[in-house]
């Protein structure tokens, strides 16, 4: 181990009615605040989910979409809800011209689809009034909340591409200087929007004032969507994609979730697991590059099996290579917000919000204070490819929250912003809790490593002697003592115990807070 520190991100905390871990206080709060009131997972994940919307916009927002996976154990099954956006109906390669797509603007919107999830989640799970689920919401929104060092780190490294979109600068440099960490953030626009949400339910977001509004903003500054689009958007209940590693069960978002690259990459770690700290980081990166290599760009084919998994001939070539190919890698890490819920009851509840990369398009509509995505950029233009732009279709997406079973009932949830490394962040921290059986937030703080854009890894300080040096002997470019600000995600994860105490621990890499009782 180098000289380098690495900040301790532990923040764990037990309790034996309800457990709640999500991106900021002040939405774990408003979970629990729900709970103890009498309301479902689902009721509390809304609450929490749309104070997440006011108090981390570069994160989620209304423009957003999200996904879900949820527990229920009166009917002892696990449930998905795809609440992810469709790209508009005059999207097509052809829209873009030669420069191609984005990579910020108006241009860059899928449909938002994250108030069509909280509609699906209450009508089938919730208990308490939908218009009581977003009055913390619209308080924060109207009374303002100080800024998080979050946002301010998020601002003094956005690009001029971003700054430069049409009401950015009124949301976040009002009077022309960017917000500092503890300035006020007032809302009053969104404040006004969630009201109507409240009022009248999803169909006020999706065919009344604010999908008129949103319609107006994108014709005005040149964008693709209107208000045909909004109509047609939808949440869709589905089947998990599960798969066994040992004696647990894995559950994940199907397809166009990436959430089936984690699988696959803990299928072929399972013969890897009883090996030493090194050689088993050394299996886990390589069997990650490979599964990026195989299967990124099939999550989008409607005729690939899943889950998919490596034939072991595959990883023992690759462990053993001494020269191997960098991965097609990822776009730009995103930024993402998430959601962790249990009760007593058994049932639980991991969910996955955002607006793709930091502040999205960048675009802020003034009527309704709204930041839209730039999801519309993880499509391809290749006619040839099953991720290509169509419209009212779904991108490849990298939102992946997930649930591990054993014995027929959960023991452990999670969640975890960034990118594509969602599915690797996952691994480790399954890994370290599942089968080395660490406490949660020992799994969680434990060093990490990451893939970039372009194929290098990044190790974090700590890791077991020898790895770096065997990695580039493989041909493999290594970063060592690496404290990126995105890439190694902020783990948020509930964990049952066998005794039924609910451990919660949040990754304080980024902002998260757990709260139990």
Sequence with gaps: MTGMSRPVPRAAVFGRRRAVVTGHHL?????????????????AMISASAVLTVALPHATSLGGCGMMLYYDAAAGTVQALNGTGRAPGLAGPGAFGDGGIGPRGPS???????????????????????????????????DGLACSSEIHRNLKSARPAVVRQPGFDTLFAPGGQPLSAGD???????????????????????????????????????????????????????LPVSLSVRDRHIHVMPPNSLGVLMLAQLDALA???????????IAQIQIA?????????????????????????????????????????????????????????????????????PFGSGCVDPETGILMNNRLIEFDLDPASPNVLGPGKRPV????????????????????????????????????????????AEAIDAP?????????????????????????????????DSLHEFYFGSAKAIRVRPDGTLEAAADLRRQACALAD
Excluded at 112 to 130: D, I, K, N, T, Y
Excluded at 335 to 350: H, S
Excluded at 406 to 419: Q, T
């Design 108 to 142: 860059t919107w899928v449909v938002p689809g994250l108030v069509r999830l909280w509609e699906q989640a209450h009508r089938r799970h919730g208990r308490l009034p939908w218009a009581s689920l977003l009055e913390d919401a619209v308080r924060h929104a109207a």
């Design 184 to 238: 006020l953030l007032r809302q009053p626009a969104l404040a006004d929007t969630l009201r109507r949400i409240a009022r009248d339910g999803a169909d006020a977001f999706y065919g009344g004032s604010i999908a008129r509004s949103l319609d107006a903003f994108s014709r005005t500054q040149g964008g693709l969507l209107r208000l045909d689009d909004m109509l047609a958007q939808r949440a869709d209940w589905a």
């Design 289 to 357: 590059r490979l599964c990026l290599e195989t299967f990124q760009r099939k999550v989008a084919d409607p005729a690939a099996p899943w889950p998919a998994t490596l034939e072991p001939e595959q990883v023992a070539r690759r462990l053993a290579s001494v020269a191997d190919p960098a991965p097609s890698g990822a776009r730009d890490p995103g930024d993402t917000a998430g959601i962790v819920l249990a009760d007593d009851q058994g049932n639980a509840l991991a969910m996955l919000q955002s607006v793709f990369q």
């Design 448 to 480: 990490r490593w990451s893939i970039t854009r372009g194929g290098d890894i990044l190790l974090e300080p700590g890791f077991a002697a020898g790895v770096a040096r065997r990695l580039r002997e493989a041909g493999v470019p290594v970063e060592e």
């Design 271 to 281: 013969p890897y697991l009883d090996e030493a700290a090194g050689p088993r980081a």
């Design 27 to 43: 939405a774990s709060q408003s979970a629990l605040h729900t709970l103890r009131a009498g309301g479902s997972l689902a009721d």
């Design 397 to 440: 997406h990298t939102l992946n929250p997930y649930i591990v079973m054993e014995g027929g009932r959960p023991v452990m949830l999670g969640v975890s912003p960034g990118g594509v490394s969602q599915t690797t962040t996952g691994v480790q921290v399954i890994t370290h809790a599942c089968f080395e059986g660490l406490p949660l």
